[in-house]
């Protein structure tokens, strides 16, 4: 019977937290804040295992006296972008913990490794034209993505007017001499 009263104030404390927006958003964060932490433990996990497994895999071939032929340095090259996507990932969550902001830097840096490393694993033989071009556009808008974004995100950067236009020494920019 106490079991069935304290989930029923639990129940009823649910409920009058739907209807507070400061005490609901509160839990919210604090649910955020749990699945955050939890993501970046399964992170480290996965990191570790896949450094394990890139250790294994080269240990092998030193001393297997299997030689690096071209596939398997691409292997190598692969497993090390996908440790560094992962790594990634990581910074992604961790700058999200500090900040409580997504920074959209680090996931254009991400898509960007993670684009690279797609490339260098293709197998050009079994790809059509069509997909090398979405590779290409890919690559061309998120490098233009990430020039934007870092431009515009640099303080004492560019005209009152154009963030892009580079601002001189004197604090007078192209537009303003003109």
């Given amino acids: 019977m106490a079991v069935r009263r304290n989930l029923s104030k639990v129940v009823e ?3 009058q937290s739907l209807q507070d927006d400061q005490r609901f958003l509160q839990d919210l964060q604090w649910f955020v804040g749990i699945v955050s932490r939890l993501l970046a433990l399964i992170m480290i996990v996965v ?3 896949m450094l394990v497994d890139l250790v294994i895999f080269l240990w092998k071939m030193m001393f297997t006296g299997t030689s690096f032929l071209l596939g398997t340095v691409t292997e190598v090259f692969g497993a090390f972008l996908s440790i560094l996507i992962a790594i990634e990932l990581l ?3 961790t ?3 500090k900040e ?3 920074q959209i830097k680090l996931v254009i840096v991400t898509s960007l490794i ?3 490393r797609k490339i260098i694993l ?3 033989e079994k790809v059509s034209g069509v997909d090398l071009i979405g590779l290409g556009l890919s690559i061309a808008a998120l490098s ?3 020039w934007i974004v870092h431009t515009t995100q640099q303080p004492n950067r560019g005209s009152p007017n154009n963030p892009l236009l580079p601002r001189d020494p004197e604090g007078v920019s192209g537009e303003e001499r003109g």
């Fill in 13 to 15: 404390k649910f409920f």
């Fill in 47 to 49: 990191i570790l295992v």
């Fill in 91 to 93: 910074e992604n969550i």
């Fill in 95 to 97: 700058a999200y913990l």
């Fill in 100 to 102: 409580h902001t997504i």
């Fill in 114 to 116: 993670a684009v690279a």
């Fill in 122 to 124: 293709l197998d050009f």
């Fill in 144 to 146: 233009l993505s990430y």
